[in-house]
């Protein structure tokens, strides 16, 4: 549906504006590692597939990004096979689809090593509280989110985070998926 109604190009401005914490997380760590591991591709790359990034597009950002760091032909040899099969190119040819917030928030926790995740259940709340400062969060908002944080309500931090930084009183929707926050964002911004 979305398909080729995001360019490459403009991944790095999105991902200040309009992604969730989650998907910046992967993508700011791509960025800087050149790495990601399997459950950071997956999340990330799924996403970036469900906001409309053609396969062609796909490969050639995870290219130019994982090529930095193992080399292109390693890429190629080893990823680009999985970045095909995710949009049902190789093997059974399943048409995945991106995982919501219950699979993040449940499912294959972030080792030391990882980056995928949802910040607000998997990080601590001293470097949540750092990064939504990095971020430019507005400071009371900071306080409200790290408590419900810590009242272990993830997706409500969430969408204080997304009416923070899209200058509302209060989300408009509840956030469950990371592409529909996303998707809410772009219909705010446009
Ligand atoms: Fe991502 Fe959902 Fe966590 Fe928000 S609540 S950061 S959209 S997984």
Not at 118 to 127: N, R
């Amino acid at each position: 549906r979305n398909e080729g109604k995001v360019s490459i190009t403009d991944l790095e401005e999105l991902s200040k504006l309009s992604y969730p914490l989650c998907m910046r997380q992967t993508h700011v760590a791509l960025k800087e590692t050149h790495h990601l591991r399997h459950w950071g591709r997956m999340q990330y790359g799924l996403f970036l597939k469900a906001i409309g990034v053609t396969l062609e597009d796909s490969l050639k950002f995870w290219r130019q990004e994982m090529g930095k760091g193992i080399g292109i032909d390693k890429f190629d040899k080893q990823y680009s096979y999985n970045i095909r099969h995710n949009y049902g190119k190789e093997g059974k040819r399943t048409n995945y689809t991106p995982y919501s917030c219950m699979t993040i928030i449940t499912k294959n926790p972030p080792s030391a090593q990882d980056h995928h995740g949802c910040p607000f259940k998997h990080t601590s709340s001293d470097l949540l509280r750092q990064k939504l400062k990095t971020y430019k969060a507005p400071s009371d908002s900071i306080d409200e989110i790290i408590n419900l944080v810590k009242a272990q309500h993830f997706q409500i931090a969430c969408g204080k985070y997304f009416a923070a930084t899209h200058k509302m009183e209060e989300s408009s929707f509840q956030v469950t998926h990371p592409n529909h926050y996303f998707d809410e964002s772009q219909k705010i911004l446009k």
